[in-house]
């Protein structure tokens, strides 16, 4: 890649884990209040409860797309690893296939729930119905971009840890 797209790339990427980072600090928070709303001052705010609920629901979308970034997804490998090496690269080739038509998936469906639920407002805090969608478009278009960098051989991985670290005790 060359130089302004590895910056303005990298410059995406950290933005998206910040922002993971924000919603779990958020959610966090929230919790915190609505737990000490709740047992002394007896009155828990009526946000807080839906809060949370849309901020996890983001968490789960992110910290799976930021998951598979970082190669830490769940990987059944003791079936594949008995094959030969060129049938191993193909699996290989189909799990990214398969993670890309995933990532589209994401992108379509959740900008039509997105664009469906827009007019209708939850109860706790008068926010659309759509914004507990919005992170399936948006992790659809990361999961999109990490399969296609990692499909021509570009590292998405920021913590990966050195493969050759040996254990001393």
């Known amino acids: 890649?060359?130089?302004?797209?590895?910056?303005?790339?990298?410059?995406?990427?950290?933005t998206f884990e910040a922002f993971s980072l924000?919603?779990?600090?958020?959610?966090?928070?929230?919790?915190?209040?609505?737990?000490?709303?709740?047992?002394?001052?007896?009155?828990?705010?009526s946000w807080s409860e839906e809060s949370a609920?849309?901020?996890?629901?983001?968490?789960?979308?992110?910290?799976?797309?930021?998951?598979?970034r970082e190669g830490a997804h769940i990987a059944v490998t003791f079936v594949v690893d008995r094959f030969p090496a060129t049938f191993r690269s193909?699996?290989?080739r189909l799990?990214?296939?398969?993670?890309?038509g995933f990532g589209i998936y994401l992108i379509v469906q959740g900008?039509?729930?997105?664009?469906?639920?827009?007019?209708?407002?939850?109860?706790?805090?008068g926010l659309p119905r759509s914004v507990p969608y919005l992170m399936m478009p948006?992790?659809?278009?990361?999961?999109?971009?990490?399969?296609?960098?990692?499909a021509f051989g570009i590292s998405t991985q920021r913590?990966?840890?050195p493969e050759d670290a040996t254990e001393t005790d």
């Open 111 to 125: 900008t039509s729930f997105v664009i469906d639920a827009r007019h209708a407002t939850l109860p706790g805090t």
């Open 22 to 45: 924000l919603c779990l600090t958020a959610t966090l928070l929230i919790v915190l209040w609505q737990v000490f709303s709740r047992e002394l001052l007896s009155s828990s705010p």
């Open 53 to 68: 609920r849309i901020l996890l629901v983001w968490i789960g979308f992110l910290g799976a797309t930021i998951g598979f």
């Open 90 to 92: 193909g699996i290989g």
């Open 159 to 161: 913590y990966a840890e």
């Open 95 to 100: 799990v990214q296939l398969l993670v890309l």
């Open 138 to 150: 948006v992790t659809g278009v990361m999961l999109t971009l990490y399969t296609l960098l990692q």
């Open 1 to 14: 890649m060359t130089r302004t797209l590895k910056r303005a790339w990298r410059a995406l990427d950290t």
